[in-house]
Structures are given as C-alpha cells and as structure tokens.
C-alpha cells in the first residue's frame, strides 16, 4: 500500500520484484552471470510466456529471448498478429547456466534442479503480480514446472490445462524454438507451423476469456478497481473473434 492507501499498480509492483531479483544470489548460477535476465514486455497483458532460461545474448543484453531463439519466436508471435512488446516474456530460471569451455563464450546448458527450484520464487512472484488468463510455456522444463507434472511437449501441446496452482489461468505448452531450429527443411517449416498454430491459439482463448465474467472471488472484499480495469484494457490486443 502507498501512503494514500492507494494500491500498488502492478508495473510499480513488478518493478519492485525486478529490482530485488537483481541481486539474486541464490544459486550458483549468480556467480558467472553477466547479469540477471528478469521478464519484460507489458505487466498488463492476459497473455504471458514462460521460457526456460537465458542464452549467451540474453545474459549479454538482460533481456529474454533475443538470441536466434528468440528472432524466431518474435516472427511466430509477429504471424498471429501479437508484437512482442504487447505481451509478458519471461524465463522460469533467471540467470544464463552455461559450461565454460575453450571458447570465451561457453557453451548453454540446461538448467539443474536446484537452479530451477531456487528461482522459482521469481517466477511464482510475477505470476501472483500479473494473474495472466492464459499462461504459454515454452519448452518442457517451464511446462513442468507450471504445471507441476512431468510433461512431453511434442505430446502435450496444443491442449489447455486449468488443474494447476496457477489457477484460473488456462496453460498451453508450445514447442521451444530452439528445439525447432535444430530441425532442417520440410520439418523445420512443419514444427515452426505447429508453434504458429499453438500462440494462435493462445491468442483465441486470451480473447475469449477477456469477454468472460471474472471468477467469482471465494469471499469478499468485492475486486478491486484496477484489478478489475486491466483486463479489459487489453482486449483490442487480442482480437474480437
Ligand atoms: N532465451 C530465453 O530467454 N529463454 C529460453 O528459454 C531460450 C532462449
């Protein structure tokens, strides 16, 4: 609460999680960081996606996904009408896990266990702050740890899963793009039209669950004012269909 009893907006109180996430020092990740990639694009929107962790460009620049995998997602989102900065983009693991090898850059790895388990309170922290509608998860390890069970992207996506802790948000896993630019030719185009497919249909059910009621609150207080505006703010982002 502000002094005049105003609440937080939401971009103040993302910032003030940002800031904190800065001086992260809760695994080993921090020790070899350039710095820490936290999420960005609009705090506002129904419509957030989580990926796994930073690349060699994002520990370079702070920001997520603007290395090769990135170009890629920001062209998938560009064909479904959505620009990059109209959304949330964030990772479930904040700093860039890498092996240090002969080269000066070091080689990405996946994150370990507990690097994902120490960052989680980040990640948990954004989504109690920005209460998207529809949650997209990039890649297994972000849709395992939305969704708390162990999940097979190429299997599972497409579908929209509600039985989660982040309730009421409806959660779609899409393939990463990374994955899909270690694929060639027809295969390539297929797996790039799938992940066309999926954020199109993020995009339909973010619109059709802005026009929805909100859930009834388990108990007063009615919602708050701004709680209630946001939403609303952003569905000509999302299309009338
Ligand atoms: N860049 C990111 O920010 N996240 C990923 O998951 C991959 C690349």
Redesign the pocket.
């Known amino acids: 609460m502000l002094a005049s009893d105003e609440p937080m907006s939401v971009e103040a109180a993302i910032e003030d999680v940002r800031r904190a996430a800065m001086g992260c020092l809760g695994c080993k990740l921090h020790a070899l960081r350039t710095q820490v990639?936290f999420g960005v694009g609009n705090p506002r929107s129904p419509l957030v996606l989580v990926?796994?962790?930073?690349?060699e460009q994002?520990d370079q620049t702070g920001l997520?996904?603007v290395?090769p995998?990135?170009q890629l997602l920001g062209e998938c989102l560009g064909k479904v009408g959505i620009r990059r900065e109209q959304v949330w983009i964030t990772?479930i693991v904040k700093c860039r896990p890498f092996e240090r090898t002969s080269s000066a850059r070091g080689k990405n790895r996946d994150p370990e266990p507990d690097e994902v388990e120490a960052c989680q309170a980040w990640i948990e922290a954004e989504l109690a702050l920005l209460r998207p509608k529809v949650i997209v998860c990039?890649?297994a390890p972000?849709a395992q740890l939305i969704l708390g069970r162990r999940v097979s992207v190429t299997k599972d996506r497409g579908r929209f899963y509600t039985d989660h802790r982040f309730r009421p948000a409806q959660v779609l896993a899409v393939l990463?793009p990374?994955y899909i630019l270690r694929h060639h030719g027809e295969e390539l185009e297929a797996l790039r039209q799938q992940l066309v497919d999926d954020l199109e249909s993020a995009r339909r059910t973010t619109a059709r669950l802005l026009k929805e009621p909100a859930p009834t609150p388990p108990a007063p207080p009615a919602p708050e004012p701004e709680a209630e505006a946001a939403p609303r703010e952003q569905m000509s982002l999302f299309g009338d269909d």
């Open positions: 990639v990926g796994q962790s930073p690349g994002e997520p996904f290395g995998a990135g990772n990039i890649g972000s990463h990374a």
